[in-house]
């Protein structure tokens, strides 16, 4: 158990739908990342928050977003869905933006089925 | 940008013996990081090994070891008395300090598989 939280695990929905997946970090950990990880582009780096603020953008498409709240939880919303945004969402969170002691600590996923 | 390459995308080992999976990365950074991650079937990413590319010795955990050529931009993970609880996808990751960010970049991995 890395003390990375994801729900849910599971989420089946429509195209055209919008979901929120939820992240909730590592005590005291202040970074969150967001990776995607689909048959089509592999593993894939989409947004880090850290401590409230958008640090660092990847390959996000403009349908999505995130945000961190100051209890520093991270929410990965994902808009006008389509087939092809099926993936597994994994959260990391680390301690600090720095430093080799900056292990990221993975979230068990979220599985996102557009059907 | 940063870009890694993993040219095995399966293996296969005999319990008990060693493998070696392969990894080629490509970077304009000088201070950068390797890691490599195992994703068994449970989907969870389980952090093995990590590098700091300003370190020459090699890092080792346990059974795993890394052979890393910096020069040759190559980071090799060796697996010595293979077990079957090694069985799952292997994934080499880069990543550096850019703007105060870790963000990994992740090759396409190498399922290895354990033969008993």
């Known amino acids: 158990d890395s003390g990375v939280t994801q729900t849910p695990k599971h989420l089946i929905t429509a195209t055209g739908q919008r979901v929120t997946l939820r992240c909730s970090p590592r005590s005291g950990d202040l970074s969150v990342y967001w990776y995607q990880q689909s048959l089509d582009q592999g593993l894939q780096f989409l947004i880090q928050y850290y401590n409230g603020e958008e640090r660092a953008k990847g390959n996000i498409l403009e349908r999505f977003s995130a945000q961190q709240f100051p209890d520093l939880h991270s929410e990965l919303n994902l808009s006008s869905l389509e087939l092809g945004d099926s993936a597994l969402y994994f959260c990391a969170s680390s301690a600090a933006l720095s430093g080799m002691v900056n292990e990221q600590f993975f979230g068990p996923g979220t599985r996102l089925t557009v059907l | 940008a940063q870009t890694v390459t993993q040219s095995q995308p399966e293996m296969s080992v005999q319990e008990a013996e060693t493998v070696t999976l392969s990894c080629t990365y490509d970077?304009?950074?000088?201070?950068?990081?390797l890691f490599w991650y195992k994703q068994p079937p449970s989907r969870q990413m389980i952090l093995v090994i990590r590098q700091e590319a300003y370190k020459q010795q090699n890092a080792t955990e346990n059974r795993f070891s890394v052979n890393f050529q910096k020069a040759a931009k190559s980071f090799s993970l060796k697996i010595s008395d293979s077990q079957l609880g090694d069985t799952a996808m292997y994934f080499c990751a880069s990543a550096y300090s850019g703007a105060g960010s870790y963000q990994l970049t992740f090759g396409k991995g190498t399922k290895l598989s354990v033969i008993p």
């Open positions: 970077t304009s950074e000088n201070n950068y990081y």
